[in-house]
């Protein structure tokens, strides 16, 4: 039986809020309900800044994070190591591996991994991008720390075949992070280890 409202404009709130991931009716509910209950500054600041960051958020042209400005903070961060780039399926990643501290080069988003079954393949990717940074000779280490997927796998295979060409060192972060694993849900410890741990890529991680 569907939620009855005494209200159209709250059954449209709790309608937008439920559209979010993980978030049911009756959380969706649950949260409407308290926004309601805050001063309405409080509510129109939640809303402009959702607003805001919709207009306004940009992607660094160089690693393809999220950024306020053309170049990332990580990217025009002259302390960081530029000679190695970690490359991550996206966005969130970033964040996790930052959370590790022990990474302290740049990085580069792919956006995603192969996935034919989801009609994704190498050109719906920032690898062309990657491919470009390498060659322009700055970069000597390429880290691949995607999640260990097939694939995952498959992503790194690719990339390893499209950077053979280049003087430079390709790894693959140590399988501390489990088989089958998404790398976001990997403790920062267990992942920690395993940037620190890397290995050289070679094709016997062919999926």
Same mark, same amino acid.
């Given at each position: 039986?569907?939620?009855? !409202?005494? &209200?159209?404009?709250?059954?449209?709130?709790?309608?937008?809020?439920?559209?979010?991931?993980?978030?049911?009716?009756?959380?969706?509910?649950?949260?409407?309900?308290?926004?309601?209950?805050?001063?309405?500054?409080?509510? $129109?600041? !939640?809303?402009? %800044?959702?607003?805001?960051?919709?207009?306004?958020?940009?992607?660094?042209? /160089?690693?393809?994070?999220?950024?306020? *400005? *053309?170049?990332?903070?990580?990217?025009?961060?002259?302390?960081?190591?530029?000679?190695?780039?970690?490359?991550?399926?996206? /966005? @969130?990643?970033?964040?996790?591996?930052?959370?590790?501290?022990? !990474?302290? +080069?740049?990085?580069? /988003?792919?956006?995603?991994?192969? &996935?034919?079954?989801?009609?994704?393949?190498?050109?719906?990717? $920032?690898? =062309? %991008?990657?491919?470009?940074?390498?060659?322009? +000779? $700055?970069? @000597?280490? /390429?880290?691949?720390?995607?999640?260990?997927?097939? =694939?995952?796998?498959?992503?790194?295979?690719?990339?390893?075949?499209?950077?053979?060409?280049?003087?430079?060192?390709?790894?693959?972060?140590?399988? +501390?992070?489990?088989?089958?694993?998404?790398? =976001?849900?990997?403790?920062?410890?267990?992942?920690?280890?395993?940037?620190?741990?890397?290995?050289?890529?070679? =094709?016997? !991680? @062919?999926?």
């Amino acid at each position: 039986m569907s939620q009855q !409202f005494s &209200s159209a404009l709250l059954e449209n709130a709790v309608n937008e809020f439920s559209k979010l991931p993980g978030i049911g009716r009756k959380t969706a509910l649950r949260l409407v309900l308290h926004l309601l209950r805050q001063d309405e500054s409080t509510a $129109e600041n !939640f809303g402009n %800044s959702i607003i805001r960051l919709r207009k306004e958020i940009k992607y660094c042209r /160089v690693c393809h994070n999220i950024s306020d *400005d *053309d170049i990332c903070t990580l990217c025009s961060d002259t302390g960081r190591d530029s000679s190695i780039v970690c490359v991550v399926e996206n /966005v @969130k990643e970033v964040m996790v591996v930052e959370n590790t501290r022990q !990474f302290h +080069g740049l990085y580069h /988003v792919l956006g995603g991994i192969i &996935s034919p079954m989801d009609g994704i393949g190498p050109g719906d990717l $920032e690898i =062309e %991008s990657l491919v470009q940074r390498v060659s322009e +000779g $700055e970069i @000597k280490e /390429v880290i691949l720390a995607l999640s260990a997927t097939m =694939e995952g796998d498959t992503t790194n295979f690719y990339i390893f075949r499209k950077l053979a060409p280049y003087d430079i060192k390709i790894t693959i972060i140590a399988r +501390g992070v489990s088989i089958g694993d998404e790398l =976001e849900y990997a403790d920062e410890i267990t992942l920690g280890r395993s940037i620190m741990n890397r290995m050289p890529f070679n =094709e016997t !991680f @062919k999926p």
